[in-house]
């Protein structure tokens, strides 16, 4: 099946620098990739999400970038703010699989005033 | 989003007992899934199911049980099988079909003593 990997898995910035958070996967066939927001004990939510026939996508002051060859995806928030704390879950769908999500294991942004 | 609601939010079980998980959402979605949630593992997909009356496993499936008896609802079932069940148990929801973001309900934490 599919195999994603985020990276890293703890994040601190300082408000108003930029986080970048990695993932990658295995299935080639996979062209959905959704990131979802997570605050403590809240459910996920979707911030953005980028499909295999767009190299990037932006929306204020979140990117996404995908590269189908290397087969990696990353998304980019800048100007960081407190409230961007909370975990972060990348995600692959479409492939062999079809309809199943495969999510990264998550990374803990803190934005420290 | 307002339109899955899982029930309860807090349930403590004895180990031993099964019990069930409630998932009902009113976005009209074909597809609906069971992750669990444990710390520095993302979310794990335990079952899911595409159409009425029709299901299948996902990675995790051992020691749970579903229903797709109607499109609105989608319960689990956490058997005495379940040699881990202590967790955070999200339900979603999506339009079928590929590109198709999920939709998280609030999730239940599942405590078993």
């Known amino acids: 099946g599919e195999n994603v990997e985020q990276h890293p898995s703890t994040l601190s910035v300082q408000e108003g620098d930029s986080a970048v958070i990695k993932c990658t996967y295995s299935d080639s066939a996979s062209n959905y990739f959704p990131w979802y927001k997570q605050e403590l004990g809240k459910r996920p939510q979707l911030i953005i999400d980028?499909?295999?026939?767009?190299g990037e996508k932006k929306d204020q002051r979140i990117a996404v970038t995908l590269n189908k060859t290397a087969k990696h995806f990353s998304l980019h928030i800048t100007e960081t703010q407190p409230e961007d704390s909370a975990v972060y879950f990348c995600a692959a769908s479409g492939g062999w699989s079809g309809n199943q999500f495969y999510f990264g294991t998550g990374t803990s942004l803190t934005v420290i005033p | 989003d307002g339109g899955i609601t899982q029930s309860p939010k807090y349930l403590f079980r004895k180990e031993g007992q099964n019990v069930t998980l409630s998932c009902e959402q009113n976005?009209?979605?074909?597809?609906m899934y069971w992750y669990r949630q444990d710390p520095g593992q993302g979310l794990r997909l335990i079952y899911y199911?595409?159409?009425?009356?029709?299901?299948q496993k996902g990675d995790i499936a051992e020691g749970y049980s579903v229903s797709r008896e109607k499109k609105e609802s989608f319960p689990l079932t956490v058997t005495s099988a379940q040699k881990n069940p202590t967790a955070f148990y999200l339900c979603a929801s999506s339009i079928q079909g590929n590109n198709s973001p999920l939709h998280f309900g609030n999730g239940t934490r599942l405590t078993v003593t």
């Open positions: 980028i499909r295999s026939n767009v």
């Open positions: 199911s595409q159409i009425v009356n029709d299901f």
């Open positions: 976005l009209n979605h074909d597809a």
